[in-house]
């Protein structure tokens, strides 16, 4: 009986419920319907009556020879074209790193969670029928530098690395750039595209390549679950659904 708003809920949270109710229990709710009966009690009697869900569940399935692109990934790849390669939709990230560090175990980490996530291994092609994706093998090179820096030229030599321009139809839309501060200070920029990733998917990320370079510490490969659907499999989900 206790209200879902009173809790803590809000709009987002609402929207993630309600994606939630449909994938695992197929059934239609829309927000408004969440905000006119917030409690698990009103909303069991609203379910009941409720229709199956009119959004098919994303999963993964036969993969046309041409992979479409997203329609987020359709804006991203039409200003590229227009604009040409730049730095205005990079997605930097800086880490501090103290402490001992194995520089190849990072380096490996790196490339296992690229070699888990297509979406950061995908370029783009395009022919008479417009742009389509092409996932790169999972052991693709992943673009990787070091160089040596002080504190007090972290920062300018940050923002130049930022500012690579990445070129969509032949750049993997992420690459490292690790900069030694000392025997034991580094600083880690990784640098993203927009059309691979967002402020969101940092957090993940980052997990992984923190899973990822334990393992390597410790001389192994990194046991992790198999993703249930990849970004691709999600563009072809919202063509189906949206046309």
């Known amino acids: ?95 501090r790193l103290s402490g001992e560090l194995d520089r190849e175990a990072l380096r490996l980490a790196l490339g296992d969670v690229v070699a888990r996530h297509e979406s950061l291994r995908t370029v783009f092609a395009e022919d008479a029928q417009g742009a389509y994706q092409v996932v790169l093998d999972a052991g693709v090179e992943v673009p990787w530098s070091v160089s040596r820096t002080t504190t007090e030229q972290l920062s300018e030599r940050l923002e130049e690395a930022a500012r690579y321009a990445f070129d969509l139809t032949t750049d993997i839309p992420v690459r490292a750039t690790l900069f030694q501060l000392g025997p034991d200070e580094h600083a880690l920029l990784l640098l993203m ?32 679950p198999v993703l249930p659907v990849q970004y691709a499999d999600f563009a072809v989900w919202q063509r189906e659904l949206l046309g």
């Open 193 to 224: 595209h927009h059309i691979a990733t967002d402020a969101w998917s940092l957090r993940p990320f980052v997990n992984d390549l923190v899973t990822a370079y334990g393992a390597r510490v410790n001389g192994t490969d990194p046991r992790w």
């Open 1 to 95: 009986d206790d209200n879902f708003f009173a809790l803590g809920g809000h709009s987002l949270l609402a929207t993630r419920l309600v994606g939630r109710v449909r994938s695992v229990l197929d059934a239609e709710l829309s927000v408004r319907r969440l905000f006119e009966a917030p409690t698990v009690a009103e909303l069991d009697r609203v379910l009941d009556g409720a229709g199956r869900s009119r959004v098919p569940a994303l999963r993964v399935g036969t993969r046309p020879e041409r992979l479409p692109l997203s329609f987020g990934q359709q804006r991203l790849w039409f200003l590229h074209q227009l604009e040409g390669p730049g730095a205005v939709y990079n997605v930097p990230l800086a880490l």
